[in-house]
């Protein structure tokens, strides 16, 4: 058991609303990252957390935005949802920033739909 | 840039026979490599990883070199089990970036 949890495992939304994603990270662990599978693919990099400050972000919009707490844990948004974002959403906990020898821990998931 | 490329899936396979699945990197500098494991309805699972040139990844039967000359990193297994059904993807990181880079992944499927 990897020790990531998210929350909700899955949720239903309807185009333009806006979404919040949570992720509980390892004991341990002070990095947290988002990544957004969609179906058939490989995850996507959205963005990176590192004690409290983003700390790389890929090729999404600023609708997508996010959170980390003192705690380590981690909140995703998107706002304007758009039906393309239909999506598992990752998050994945790590020691450190990632890196070259840094492993990461993802969650299970959060499967979103926008209809 | 950085990216990772998978052999297109998927792959049907029965109990026993081997297995192996294709993974070719581009990268800036010398990554690390990896290869994660998705069951139905769950995230990702690290499966192996080797961090230099010529390092060799394993776990639960599974391999993968990490070949330089070729930029690659392919995942063998001599005898997969029906548990083995699973998609596997590819990744890699460097010590100049903040994330992984995956493929797009290759699903696996194992009849007895």
């Known amino acids: 058991e990897t020790g990531v949890t998210q929350s909700p495992t899955h949720l239903i939304k309807t185009r333009g609303q806006q979404v919040t994603l949570r992720c509980s990270s390892q004991?341990?662990?002070?990095?947290v990252s988002w990544y957004q599978q969609a179906l058939g693919q490989g995850p996507q990099f959205i963005f990176q957390?590192?004690?409290?400050?983003?700390?790389g972000r890929g090729n999404f919009p600023p609708r997508f935005s996010g959170l980390q707490f003192p705690n380590y844990s981690s909140e995703l948004n998107v706002n304007a949802l758009e039906l393309d974002d239909s999506a598992l959403y990752l998050c994945?906990?790590?020691?450190?920033?990632?890196?070259?020898?840094?492993?990461?821990?993802f969650g299970q998931g959060t499967r979103l739909t926008v209809v | 840039g950085n990216s990772v490329t998978q052999m297109e899936g998927p792959v049907t396979l029965s109990e026993e026979a081997f297995l192996t699945i294709n993974c070719t990197y581009t990268?800036?500098?010398?990554?690390?490599l990896f290869w994660y494991v998705q069951y139905p309805g769950e995230g990702l699972q690290l499966l192996l990883k080797?961090?230099?040139?010529?390092d060799k990844g394993s776990n639960k039967g599974f391999e993968a070199t990490y070949r330089k000359e070729t930029t690659s990193f392919h995942l063998e297994k001599g005898s997969v089990q029906v548990s083995d059904s699973a998609v596997y993807f590819c990744?890699?990181?460097?010590?100049?970036?903040?994330?992984?880079?995956f493929g797009t992944g290759t699903s696996l499927t194992v009849i007895p």
């Open positions: 990268a800036t500098g010398y990554p690390s």
């Open positions: 957390y590192y004690r409290e400050e983003e700390n």
């Open positions: 990744a890699l990181s460097d010590k100049t970036g903040n994330q992984f880079y």
């Open positions: 994945a906990s790590s020691p450190d920033r990632i890196r070259k020898n840094t492993e990461a821990f």
């Open positions: 004991s341990g662990h002070n990095t």
């Open positions: 080797a961090t230099k040139a010529d």
